[in-house]
């Protein structure tokens, strides 16, 4: 018989690998690539508990990604594979993040193994599913619900002569609007490839356009095709130039896409980004008709430490 003092319950013992895998070291992911060259890094620490915000915005700001994520228990205790999670850019905290969202789950899931996860970010819970495809681990995030608001002609103006844009070098049948799926994005969709290709902005004032305006990105766009998109994210609000891949705004850009029945009810779209800065990046954009939220897919890739 065993001893009621030592018996471990299967729940317990899986609770207790859990603690010894969920390590509170810094972790280096590339999201939304299957190559060590591509996509967009993030630091990951799967177990956050005895960091505190200053010490959380000291790791982002030396690893430099545009945004690192940092795991702790979910509010529930009793829940199994929930946890919360926040983001810091090299400066501050960010309410979300697609790409180190993603990066989290596929850690997550490489430690825990397959399944779903609950998410709880600033922005509101964020449910992952991470399933294993052709020996690769891809995360898939369900946004909070998004909406899509008009934004007005003179800040389109300024945001345009920060980027040296003109408005003739604008698609007409894309019109600038504000996404959000967690948090705010600009959308400016460039009539041809070559004006988004050249890339070359004024970084203080957009930052002050977007601090004013409340936005995480300002997402450039080009139309390929139907449901295909090239994407640049200018992110001076996190102290980057750049970002090579981003899921929360591909997440509003979904919405957007939507709103403006760019693209039919049910549709998957693929978003490119990073080529242009030599990280190139691949989301999957999935939406459906009867779910106003939009679920963003990708791969990431655990990359050497140090």
């Known amino acids: 018989m065993s001893d009621p003092k030592t018996t471990?319950?299967?729940?317990?013992?899986?609770?207790?690998?859990?603690?010894?895998?969920?390590?509170?070291?810094?972790?280096?992911?590339?999201?939304?690539?299957t190559s060590p060259t591509g996509g967009n890094?993030?630091?990951?620490?799967?177990?956050?508990?005895?960091?505190?915000?200053?010490?959380?915005?000291?790791?982002?700001?030396?690893?430099?990604y545009s945004e690192s994520a940092f795991v702790t228990p979910g509010p529930d205790p009793e829940a199994d594979r929930s946890f919360t999670l926040r983001f810091f850019s090299p400066k501050a905290e960010v309410g979300f993040c697609g790409h180190a969202t993603i990066a989290t789950a596929v850690a997550l899931g490489?430690?825990?193994?397959?399944?779903?996860?609950?998410?709880?970010?600033?922005?509101?819970?964020?449910?992952?599913?991470?399933?294993?495809?052709?020996?690769?681990?891809?995360a898939t995030l369900t946004s909070v619900t998004p909406h899509v608001d008009d934004v007005a002609a003179e800040?389109?103006?300024?945001?345009?002569?920060?980027?040296?844009?003109?408005?003739?070098?604008?698609?007409?049948?894309?019109?600038?609007?504000?996404?959000?799926?967690?948090?705010?994005?600009?959308?400016?969709?460039?009539?041809?490839?070559?004006?988004?290709?050249?890339?070359?902005?004024?970084?203080?004032?957009?930052?002050?356009?977007?601090?004013?305006?409340?936005?995480?990105?300002?997402?450039?766009?080009?139309?390929?095709?139907?449901?295909v998109f090239?994407?640049?994210?200018?992110?001076?609000?996190?102290?980057?130039?750049?970002?090579?891949?981003?899921?929360?705004?591909?997440?509003a850009f979904g919405a957007y896409a939507r709103e403006l029945a760019l693209v039919p009810a049910d549709a998957r779209l693929t978003l490119h980004q990073g080529h242009d800065m030599g990280r190139p990046s691949l989301l999957e954009v999935t939406l459906r008709a009867h779910d106003p939220r939009v679920r963003v897919t990708g791969t990431a890739l655990a990359l050497p430490q140090g």
Do not use: C, N
Request: no cysteine; charged share 25%.
């Open 8 to 33: 471990t319950t299967p729940a317990a013992a899986a609770a207790a690998a859990a603690d010894v895998r969920l390590t509170a070291e810094v972790l280096h992911y590339t999201a939304f690539t």
């Open 41 to 64: 890094g993030a630091g990951v620490v799967l177990d956050a508990s005895r960091l505190d915000d200053e010490a959380m915005v000291a790791i982002a700001a030396e690893l430099g």
């Open 110 to 138: 490489e430690r825990l193994g397959e399944g779903d996860f609950a998410l709880h970010t600033a922005a509101g819970q964020v449910p992952v599913s991470v399933r294993e495809e052709g020996g690769v681990m891809k």
């Open 155 to 227: 800040d389109v103006t300024e945001a345009l002569a920060a980027l040296g844009w003109r408005a003739e070098e604008l698609d007409a049948l894309l019109p600038p609007r504000i996404a959000f799926a967690g948090v705010r994005h600009l959308v400016l969709a460039a009539a041809t490839r070559e004006r988004l290709a050249d890339l070359d902005y004024d970084f203080d004032r957009l930052l002050e356009l977007m601090r004013r305006l409340d936005l995480t990105t300002v997402q450039l766009v080009w139309r390929e095709s139907e449901t």
């Open 230 to 251: 090239h994407v640049r994210d200018p992110f001076p609000v996190g102290g980057v130039v750049e970002d090579a891949a981003t899921g929360a705004a591909a997440a």
